[in-house]
């Protein structure tokens, strides 16, 4: 199946040439048939002679009716424009081809009605030269009479050749299914109606309803008038939904696939048409079936950033059109550049932001958001319609790598400067980074941690660091002279503060190497557990605690603690009877061991 709208000037045979054609009435209404005149959208369908069926909506003509006329034609991907013979070139078929222009549409075909009233001549050579220069300049032009059958036959045939022109549907896409009618259906519940342009539906499927992500599910589904499991793009479809009221959706409305559509009320637009510089302050955006008040603000030559009276689901790259309702004027097409756009608070942001969106082609690119965001996360870009292949560099967020290399830089200087302004810290802490660097989450942060940075306990530092605060190295090395004598005798905790060593400058010692701590206060030169092992190695094995305090010449307090580092590490093994064997009597380097009280 394909879809096609009508378009044209009031009276022009639209309505008449779908009946000709499908054998439908498409006029829903009584006063519609009463008065002769089409006023809200039709709808009809006919199989063609390949055996494709094309399925008409068919709107009205006259300029009152122009916003549905758009709702109509908004997600439809092709038009037939229709003139009449006997009258030609007529304000609407302006106003219309304006439109279908504007929205970027470029398949159709031109149908010369009533060309058994006059000659088809000059309606068609002045339409063809009003199509020149716009999205539909070029079509196949087709002379009919509905009245009399002429040309039907050339008209199918036309119909058939631009089915196999149009592009294939993507039925992967997601759903976004603008609503064009909503009724309810006695025994059934809620039914809408629209154009399914991309994806596909099933009965089941759960869907969210546009504005505010309320979930509804598809209780039936009706295609061509036959109930049907699934529907593919491009179709006109019903869906019944189950257990949602009616007054809950309308036209303009919209079903979605969920989470895969940003819902945003400002966005940034490249428009086609009018100067931006004349734009009056407010304008309608027509997307889809929806028609929502918008106000403009004009950024460049030609982008204007939208501020929108209610949230829609749109995506980068989406067409759409501004018109002014009370000239009624189509003022141009606009292309959707940024659904998430920055906020314009500093002076002269408007004119920087217009320099940005002079770079943006309005199609989605993970490369060019990445450089334009430099961080997002990937399901905030699916939403807005770039196609994520990236590998996130932390959680789902993606960066710029040049971004990422650039921070990557800085941690190192700020872990460099907040020890050099804090030398007696354990590291910065990562929360501070964090607010340094202008990330939202720590866990960005963490994700930059590479050599020679290291992560601990909530706090990053340089992986290798051998100086100390002078006050601090002196007070080590008054520690290490005065017992060198007897490195395995600790001193006092009284001592240790005489000399200028607090826990906070002890902790520094212990994470530049300068000692090693064995318990709360208890700290011995760096080599102690290598020359440990070797006073040990040389007692008879196995030995006891006493022993080992005795040729250490050291004390219980030091011994213990000292013992039990050696357990970890492998050089000791402790046996059932509380006695220990040496197992090793070297060491490879590592780092300092935390000790059981920072464990």
């Known amino acids: 199946m394909f879809v096609v709208a009508t378009a044209g000037h009031v009276d022009h045979g639209k309505s008449t040439l779908v009946r000709a054609l499908t054998g439908m009435e498409p006029d829903r209404w009584a006063e519609e048939r009463r008065r002769g005149m089409t006023i809200d959208l ?90 020149a220069g716009t999205s539909l300049g070029g079509l196949d032009a087709v002379a009919v009479s509905a009245v009399s059958g002429a040309g039907l ?44 342009g991309a994806g596909r539906l099933r ?36 869906v019944n939904l189950r257990g949602t009221p009616r007054e809950r959706l309308g036209r303009g409305d919209a079903l979605l696939t969920p989470g895969r559509f940003h819902h945003t009320d400002l966005l940034d637009v490249r428009l086609t048409g009018d100067p931006t510089a004349r734009l009056p302050a407010t304008l309608t955006l027509h997307i889809g079936s929806a028609a929502v008040p918008a106000r403009v603000r004009p950024l460049g030559a030609d982008t204007v950033r939208l501020r929108l009276a209610r949230p829609l689901p749109l995506l980068v790259g989406d067409r759409a059109l501004l018109r002014d309702p009370g000239r009624h004027h189509v003022v141009g097409g606009v292309s959707v ?68 290399r650039g921070l990557a830089a800085r941690l190192v200087e700020e872990v460099t400067r907040h020890a050099r302004e804090h030398p007696l810290e354990p590291g910065a802490p990562v929360e501070a980074l964090r607010q340094r660097l202008g990330l939202p989450e720590r866990a960005l942060v963490e994700a930059l941690v590479r050599p020679p940075l290291r992560l601990h306990a909530g706090r990053v530092t340089a992986a290798a660091v051998d100086a100390l605060p002078a006050p601090v190295a002196r007070a080590v090395a008054r520690i290490r002279a005065g017992y060198a004598d007897r490195p395995f005798r600790a001193p006092e905790a009284e001592h240790l503060a005489e000399v200028g060593l607090g826990p906070r400058e002890i902790g520094a010692a212990v994470r530049a190497g300068a000692l090693l701590r064995l318990a709360e206060n208890v700290v011995l030169p760096p080599g102690a557990v290598d020359d440990a092992a070797r006073v040990l190695a040389g007692l008879s094995q196995p030995f006891t605690l006493s ?53």
């Open 337 to 404: 550049l940024d659904v998430a756009p920055p906020a314009l608070t500093r002076r002269g942001a408007a004119v920087a932001r217009a320099a940005v969106l002079a770079t943006v082609d309005g199609r989605p690119d993970l490369a060019g958001e990445l450089r334009r965001r430099r961080l997002a996360r990937a399901a905030d870009l699916v939403r807005t319609g770039v196609e994520v292949t990236g590998r996130p560099v932390a959680g789902d967020w993606l960066a710029d790598p040049e971004y990422w």
């Open 203 to 238: 009965v089941g499927d759960e869907l969210e309803l546009a504005g505010d992500a309320e979930p509804v599910r598809v209780r039936g589904l009706h295609c061509l008038g036959a109930a049907r499991p699934e529907v593919a793009a491009v179709a006109r479809v019903a």
């Open 547 to 599: 022993a080992a305090r005795r040729a250490l010449d050291t004390t219980r307090r030091v011994a213990v603690p000292l013992l039990e580092l050696l357990d970890r590490r492998g050089v000791t093994r402790r046996l059932p009877d509380d006695t220990r064997v040496v197992v090793a009597r070297t060491l490879a380097p590592r780092r300092p061991d935390p000790g059981p009280a920072r464990r």
């Open 42 to 131: 039709g709808f009809a369908w006919s199989a063609l002679p390949s055996g494709v069926t094309v399925a008409f909506v068919d709107v009205p003509g006259h300029e009152r009716f122009v916003p549905n006329m758009l709702a109509g034609v908004g997600p439809v991907p092709a038009a037939l424009l229709v003139v009449a013979a006997d009258e030609g070139w007529m304000p609407q078929s302006a106003e219309h081809l304006a439109a279908l222009d504007a929205l970027g549409v470029s398949y159709g075909l031109l149908v010369v009605t009533r060309a058994d009233l006059a000659d088809a001549g000059p309606a068609t050579a002045r339409a063809r030269a009003e199509l």
């Open 153 to 196: 036959p050339q008209l199918r045939a036309a119909l058939d050749r631009l089915a196999a022109r149009l592009p294939a549907a993507r039925t992967d896409a997601p759903v976004r299914l603008w609503v064009d009618r909503a009724f309810t259906v006695r025994g059934a519940g809620t039914v809408v109606t629209g154009t399914l």
